[in-house]
């Protein structure tokens, strides 16, 4: 019996058509193009504008994009998983509200919380669906409204995030395309390094906690990038040695789009030369969960079949994966 994988078989993306740029940020908080530009690579990024709009408004037409190209109904979907980390509301699922704008009347579905990792793990956790055999078609949505979350004071953090949303479409093929290995870690001692201090369990929103300006991103931007810099670059090495791969029979390289710095040492210690690294984080910046699959939507014309991907992010909480992706089409 031939082995069941993962393919993705269809993308979709969306960024919303509000830019920001680093000199329109100049008039916002204590900050230049140049300081901006040189330590994280952003020159501008997208902002979702408009009364009552959420991180489902921007899913929306990435998976209508994706439904058109490959010429199937919303009704065909047998699942959805959201991975976000601003979600339209803490419940219900926003993969349940997207799944009522969009018709995917007979999918059921649920979010992932990862933190920028979330479309790593979000895509291992689809291809068990697909690959245990339960269903056809999974839509894997990530995407966030990262300016709901970003004080617009801190001029460390404001730089660095803006809004977007990528989709895929997963399903079976038994010609050994698809999703092939993965390594995914996770460690919770990162927890106070980059979070946000209330809106939880642990400290509900409050006067105070408004006031204090904790329903914010907070990040200790050192200690992150060296976490980073580390983590995400050994665990894509890790996914290649693994299966026997080295730089020569990468196709391309598809990092978490958070700092440019980051993605060039991941692209160093994988042996993988610059022009086959996708990057649009000077374009975007980090839209979080939406960053690897946005790259796959602007790439997506200049993918072979057989083309093989690293995938590679790393997040708050720490969160940290690799994937090893053979395109399918």
């Known amino acids: 019996m031939q082995k069941i994988h993962a393919a993705i078989t269809a993308v979709g993306g969306y960024v919303p058509e509000y830019v920001l740029t680093n000199h329109e940020l100049e008039t916002m908080v204590e900050t230049n193009d140049e300081w901006i530009t040189s330590r994280t690579g952003i020159k501008e990024r997208r902002i979702l504008k408009g009364a009552g709009l959420a991180t489902s408004d921007m899913a929306v037409p990435a998976v209508n994009d994706l439904l058109q190209k490959r010429g199937i109904t919303a009704e065909e979907i047998d699942l959805i998983i959201f ?58 949505v990530a995407g966030d409204k990262m300016s709901a979350i970003v004080d617009y004071q801190d001029r460390k953090n404001c730089i660095i995030f803006g809004d977007g949303c990528g989709a895929v479409l997963l399903e079976p093929n038994t010609d050994g395309f698809g999703v092939i290995d993965s ?29 204090a300006r904790e329903h914010f991103i907070f990040q200790e931007g050192q200690s992150v990038f060296k976490f980073a810099v580390t983590n995400m670059a050994d665990v894509a090495a890790e996914v290649m040695d693994r299966n026997g791969l080295t730089s020569n029979d990468i196709a391309w390289l598809v990092p978490h789009q958070a700092n440019k710095r980051i993605i060039d040492a991941t692209a160093n210690r994988c042996g993988v030369s610059s022009d086959k690294v ?25 993918l072979k079949k057989g083309d093989n991907l690293i995938l590679a992010a790393f997040g708050g909480g720490f969160t940290w994966g690799s994937i090893y992706l053979k395109w399918a089409y």
């Open 83 to 140: 991975c976000t980390v601003t979600p339209d509301m803490t419940f219900p699922a926003t993969a349940n509200i997207l799944a009522d704008k969009v018709g995917a009347k007979n999918a059921w579905g649920f979010d992932l919380s990862a933190a920028c990792s979330g479309f790593v793990f979000g895509l291992t956790t689809a291809a068990q669906f697909i690959e245990s055999g339960m269903h056809k078609k999974v839509l894997l």
């Open 183 to 211: 390594v995914l870690k996770s460690d919770g001692s990162g927890k106070n390094l980059l979070h946000m201090k209330a809106g939880g369990s642990l400290k509900p929103a409050s006067h105070e906690s408004v006031d």
């Open 278 to 302: 996708m990057i649009n984080i000077d374009r975007f910046g980090n839209t979080t969960n939406g960053t690897i699959p946005l790259c796959l939507w602007e790439w997506e014309k200049r």
